[in-house]
């Protein structure tokens, strides 16, 4: 049987009787099912995933054919939305051309300066159009990223003050092709948190600073666009 067949039927058992797979109700324990999506998952796990999130396409066949094939593209070019629910929402709302930016990039520069005393400065300058208007912002930071979400958070913060209780609480950089060597993809996975959730975001891309900055940014987003349609929080665990 075919592998994505096969995992999508296991998924339909799964929903019709959850005891084929569950020995037990997770909520007894305080816990919940969390739901897999990706390009071997098939359309039944991008449904429920999608109902899971408010984002009604269950009887919309041709949308759900639509998020797989970017699903598909996203998966060929090194993106894994397992552990990065809340860029795989806001890749979904682009799909459905249901999601308006807060924000919108400009360019950014990043600058890394080792002095001759072996200290390092990282600085960087962002440009944004936010409401129309231009920011022009430049922060200092403990590495390159640290200063790009500084900058980031400074070019944001008069316009949306609810960012200033999101942290991030975990970094990781994964290599997507290994035999590229130092010109490798990365995949760049955050999880950010706020005082009563936490949700994971992700980026891909040869320069580990662009695929930290579409981490970054889709964390943002995903807290402000949380804030605004009081979106119930994704669980990060597995039973």
């Known amino acids: 049987m075919h592998l994505p067949i096969k995992l999508g039927f296991m998924f339909q058992l799964l929903q019709r009787d959850p005891e084929t797979y569950e020995h037990i109700d997770p909520s007894l324990v305080g816990n919940s099912r969390r739901i897999l999506v990706s390009d071997l998952a098939g359309k039944s796990n991008v449904v429920s995933k999608a109902v899971e999130m408010d984002l009604d396409i269950e ?56 002095c001759v005393t072996g200290g390092i400065i990282s600085e960087a300058t962002v440009k944004l159009d936010i409401r129309g208007k231009e920011e ?17 958070r400074k ?29 490798a993809k990365v995949r760049v996975l955050i ?35 949380n804030k605004s349609k009081k979106i119930t929080p994704f669980p990060h665990y597995l039973f």
């Open 59 to 114: 009887n919309a066949p041709e949308k759900v054919k639509r998020i797989v094939e970017i699903l598909k593209t996203k998966e060929n070019e090194g993106f894994q939305y397992e552990d990065a629910d809340a860029s795989f929402f806001l890749m979904t709302k682009k799909a459905l051309e249901s999601f308006k930016p807060f924000f919108v990039l400009k360019g950014y520069r990043v600058a890394v300066e080792k």
């Open 155 to 183: 070019a944001l913060i008069k316009y949306y003050p609810e960012i200033e209780d999101a942290v991030l609480t975990d970094f990781k950089v994964r290599v997507v092709n290994s035999n590229a060597n130092t010109a």
């Open 191 to 225: 999880e950010s948190s706020d005082s009563s959730k936490s949700w994971g975001t992700i980026g891909v891309n040869e320069n580990i600073i662009d695929a930290s900055w579409q981490a970054l940014s889709d964390s943002i987003e995903y807290k402000l666009l």
């Open 136 to 152: 022009h912002t430049v922060a200092e930071g403990d590495g390159p990223v640290n200063a790009l979400d500084h900058c980031l």
